[in-house]
């Protein structure tokens, strides 16, 4: 079945470090979304990714998605310690965009 | 603006035992989802809806029950819980053009 897989798992960084996430998939990707859990909380959503090679940004955030669609990523840029938690991308379902497949998700840890 | 509210938030439950999980959104959202979350296992969906009366089965299903009678609440049923299903429960609801706003969880501990 459709899998989309994200690396890393973990990642700690040092407070003012840059952190990047991967998200992939074995077959081309349709529409990338992005979210983020804090610990203890629930999903947010962060953004929506559509076409081949689009990037947004929000503030230290930056989304992309990949030319030929096989991949996505989000980068932050000098991290704090309010992006502690775990980032998730989903993608939509081959079968529809009803629903959305999740990847494993990132967790990240931020360091004072 | 409440969004999407999940009751209970947190619920012990003894193997065999049957329960309900309530969800209500106020967004006049079509889709709604049901979710469980498992250490490293992020997100599984279990069953969703496309508008008011439908149900449909997502990757992890059994065991489980759901109902939409109004396009607001969709529930979800353990008919008999077992240890399995021990975990976080997330309630979603999203119209065709954005993502996901999910409720704040229910814990479910089955013993």
């Known amino acids: 079945g459709q899998q989309v897989m994200q690396i890393p798992q973990y990642q700690h960084v040092q407070e003012g470090e840059d952190f990047t996430t991967y998200c992939n998939s074995s077959?081309?990707?349709?529409?990338i979304q992005w979210y983020k859990q804090r610990p203890g909380g629930h999903p947010v959503f962060l953004i929506q990714?559509?076409?081949?090679?689009e990037v947004k940004k929000q503030k230290r955030l930056t989304f992309q998605f990949g030319e030929a669609k096989k991949n996505s990523s989000l980068h932050i840029t000098a991290t704090q310690t309010t992006d502690v938690g775990t980032y998730f991308c989903?993608?939509?379902?081959?079968?529809?965009?009803?629903?959305?497949?999740f990847g494993t998700g990132t967790r990240l840890k931020v360091l004072a | 603006n409440a969004g999407v509210t999940q009751t209970p938030k947190f619920r012990v439950l003894k193997t065999g035992q049957s329960m309900t999980l309530l969800c209500a959104q106020d967004?006049?959202?079509?889709?709604m989802y049901w979710y469980r979350q498992d250490p490293g296992m992020g997100l599984r969906l279990i069953h969703y809806?496309?508008?008011?009366?439908?149900?449909a089965k997502g990757e992890v299903p059994d065991g489980y029950n759901v109902s939409r009678l109004k396009k607001q609440n969709f529930l979800l049923g353990l008919e008999s819980a077992a240890p399995s299903q021990t975990s976080v429960y997330f309630c979603?609801?999203?119209?065709?053009?954005?993502?996901?706003?999910f409720g704040s969880g229910t814990r479910l501990t089955v013993v």
């Open positions: 989903a993608d939509a379902s081959t079968s529809g965009t009803y629903k959305y497949i």
């Open positions: 990714l559509v076409k081949s090679g």
């Open positions: 809806s496309v508008g008011e009366g439908t149900t």
């Open positions: 979603a609801s999203r119209d065709s053009s954005y993502g996901y706003t």
């Open positions: 077959t081309t990707l349709s529409n």
């Open positions: 967004m006049n959202h079509e889709y």
